[in-house]
């Protein structure tokens, strides 16, 4: 602390240049505080400015992954649900085509058809899965459902049935060419 009743009546000027050199020194240390305290201040300014800046960009990123997510997710169910809609109706296939097959060998019994193998029932279920295709495009398309229906891999698979499928596609689609 400065007494400047002591510097006042100081007589000396010897002790007056040490008090104005002091004061002089104490006057050029503050304002060196004061610039390294502005520049303090200025590089905090500037840091929380670029913080902000970051933590905006990241909430920007935030909402636009959320949005991406939540877009990708109803496109998942979308999908979900078109895949669920096609095995019910491959299930429905598969059931048609066995009503099918049990009509075709309740009409073959009673023409007196009694063929151990079931080769020539299997051959006309074939011919039956097979109406309607008109075009090759219609003819791959059906080939394929059936095979995803009838292949010995699948729970309901059958060899012979998948074999059977396999020749009327090739008879069919050479003689479409």
């Known amino acids: 602390m400065i007494d400047w009743e002591e510097i006042g009546n100081a007589e000396d000027a010897e002790e007056l240049k040490k008090a104005k050199l002091w004061l002089f020194q ?3 240390r503050l304002e060196n505080a004061r610039r390294e305290l502005n520049a303090s201040q200025e590089k905090f ?3 929380r ?3 902000r800046k970051e933590l905006d960009e ?3 990123r935030t909402v636009m992954e959320r949005q991406r997510l939540k877009e990708e997710r ?3 169910e979308k999908k979900l649900a078109i895949l669920q809609d096609g095995f019910r109706k491959l299930d429905e296939d598969r059931q048609a085509f066995e009503r099918q097959k049990r009509l075709m060998e309740e009409r073959l019994n009673r023409a007196g058809w009694d063929e151990p193998s079931g080769a020539p029932l299997v ?3 074939v011919r039956l899965l097979f109406r309607g295709t008109n075009n090759p495009l219609a003819l791959r398309k059906r080939y394929r459902d059936l095979v995803k229906i009838f ?3 699948n729970l309901f698979g059958d060899v012979e049935l998948a074999q059977s499928i396999n020749r009327e596609y090739l008879r069919r ?3 479409e060419e």
């Open 26 to 28: 104490e006057n050029i």
């Open 45 to 47: 300014l500037n840091e």
């Open 49 to 51: 400015v670029q913080l």
């Open 58 to 60: 990241l909430n920007r």
């Open 74 to 76: 109803i496109f998942f």
């Open 123 to 125: 051959e006309e279920s």
């Open 151 to 153: 292949h010995p891999d």
């Open 173 to 175: 689609k050479s003689r």
